[in-house]
């Protein structure tokens, strides 16, 4: 095959600058674009009424309680944004050891899943299958007397969890804790209880990363988790190969839309699954890559909207179908405003 720079004239036959000079040209040239329809905007849901509570490390995040996170439903409707992705954050009193107030059917998220359904049901909603949120030691999963986190136990609790968000009307389940085997016996238990639709997107490379501090702060699990780490079941930052093989597992298991996480610095990976598997492959920009961003423009070092927008357009060109990204709702009214 020939290599596309081999067939290009040579200059000054070939002025590349030609295409650039005006903005008519560089438009009909891109060849990726950022659309509305490429967001899934993350927010956290915190018991109570008429509550929006800042997050200190995500300038401009709330915690909602439910009644205003109606509010901010609505606006993801009238922007357009598709998705919107729910994670809870549990009263310590119901933090257990094994996390069972996950399969609580009464719980907070299957609460909110339902009123939003009810109130927006145009607006499609995504679910967190893990533990984390909900274990008096912030780990995903159920762990041993050494503190190692179980893998089959906790599956069984994760099929629960996911089983009671599906009869709550939820539209994607999310399994983002990296437990093996997840997504088939999840696949099974929906098919088994007739939720044939329930769509989902496994976090099927995520890796054990320190930008998820700021979501941790946002959830409530950093104090839960002290100075534990989730290396023993979320992937090695040095790792490729076996996202390859974590995401073919999880397409095999009955996953529909897979995921890599975090975003900016996992590119490469996004790029090599998106190559090697061709289905719906999203990327999460996580917490820690928010605030960085947010923090640098907060200074004046960083021009906020400009590297909001370029960030996102890396996801595409890189190979996102969708971005699960903080700065949702802001990129969506920027799309509008052009
Ligand atoms: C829970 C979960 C995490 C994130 C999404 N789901 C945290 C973690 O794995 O510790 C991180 C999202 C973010 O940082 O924005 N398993």
């Not at 070939?14 to 005006?22: A, G, I, W, Y």
């Not at 607006?123 to 089959?152: C, F, R």
Request: charge should be neutral; proline fraction near 6%.
């Amino acid at each position: 095959m020939t290599t596309p720079h081999l067939v290009l004239a040579d200059f000054p036959a070939n002025r590349p600058r030609r295409l650039r000079r005006d903005d008519f040209s560089r438009r009909l040239v891109r060849e990726h674009s950022l659309s509305v329809n490429d967001l899934i905007y993350p927010v956290f849901v915190v018991e109570g009424k008429g509550i929006r509570q800042p997050i200190g490390s995500m300038p401009d995040i709330m915690r909602y309680s439910p009644d205003t996170l109606m509010q901010v439903a609505e606006e993801c409707v009238a922007l357009g944004i598709p998705v919107m992705a729910l994670f809870p954050v549990i009263e310590p009193n119901l933090k257990a050891l094994d996390g069972a107030e996950a399969m609580n059917p009464k719980g907070l998220i299957p609460r909110v899943v339902a009123e939003l359904k009810k109130r927006f049901p145009e607006l499609g909603l995504l679910t967190d299958v893990a533990l984390d949120p909900y274990t008096s030691h912030g780990q995903d999963g159920v762990i041993d007397e050494n503190g190692y986190v179980m893998n089959d136990i906790t599956v069984k609790i994760l099929t629960q969890q996911a089983l009671v968000q599906a009869e709550a009307g939820v539209d994607i389940v999310a399994p983002s804790d990296m437990m093996d085997g997840r997504i088939g016996a999840i696949r099974q238990a929906l098919e088994a209880n007739q939720f044939i639709h329930t769509r989902i997107m496994a976090y099927s490379a995520k890796f054990a990363s320190a930008f998820y501090g700021p979501f941790r702060d946002a959830v409530g699990s950093a104090a839960n988790l002290g100075k534990s780490n989730k290396l023993v079941y979320q992937m090695d930052p040095g790792n490729i190969d076996e996202a390859l093989r974590e995401v073919a597992a999880d397409l095999r298991e009955g996953a529909d839309m897979v995921m890599v996480k975090p975003g900016m610095p996992y590119l490469d990976v996004l790029r090599r699954v998106k190559d090697a598997f061709r289905v719906p492959t999203f990327a999460y920009q996580v917490s820690g890559e928010y605030a960085m961003l947010k923090a640098a423009a907060a200074n004046g070092w960083l021009d906020h909207d400009k590297v909001m927008m370029e960030t996102l357009l890396g996801f595409k060109r890189a190979g996102a179908d969708g971005i699960l990204t903080y700065f949702a709702p802001a990129a969506a009214k920027l799309l509008k405003s052009q």
